[in-house]
Nanobody, 115 residues
Framework: QVQLVESGGGLVEPGGSLRLSCAAS????????MSWYRQAPGKERSKVASITSVGAHANYGDSVEGRFTISRDNAKNMLYLQMDNVKSEDTGVYYC????????WGQGTQVTVSL
């Protein structure tokens, strides 16, 4: 059974940093690309970043390019999102997604950027 459990969300001030983690289990983590998505209040879910199965390549949404970094540790079955210089528009629920035989989603972790 595929499980994705996000953690690390919380309240952060504009300009601050936050690191999200996603613990994966129930599938061969190192085989599949992974992504982070987010859903801002009143908006549809959008992709934040993706990383290939061995972590050789990553791509980012325009709004987070240069501020966020996606990474993974295949030995630990972990996915990460380092969020730096956060802005109020980064507020939302962040989801870890496994791009396997189909897409599997975690339950999400709330990130709120506010003074």
């Amino acid at each position: 059974q595929v499980q994705l459990v996000e953690s690390g969300g919380g309240l952060v001030e504009p300009g601050g940093s936050l690191r999200l983690s996603c613990a994966a289990s129930g599938f061969t983590f190192s085989r599949y690309a992974m992504s982070w998505y987010r859903q801002a209040p009143g908006k549809e879910r959008s992709k934040v970043a993706s990383i290939t199965s061995v972590g050789a390549h990553a791509n980012y949404g325009d709004s987070v390019e240069g501020r966020f970094t996606i990474s993974r540790d295949n030995a630990k079955n972990m996915l990460y999102l380092q969020m730096d210089n956060v802005k109020s528009e980064d507020t939302g629920v962040y989801y870890c997604v496994a791009r396997a035989d189909r897409d599997y989603w975690g339950q999400g972790t709330q990130v709120t950027v506010s003074l």
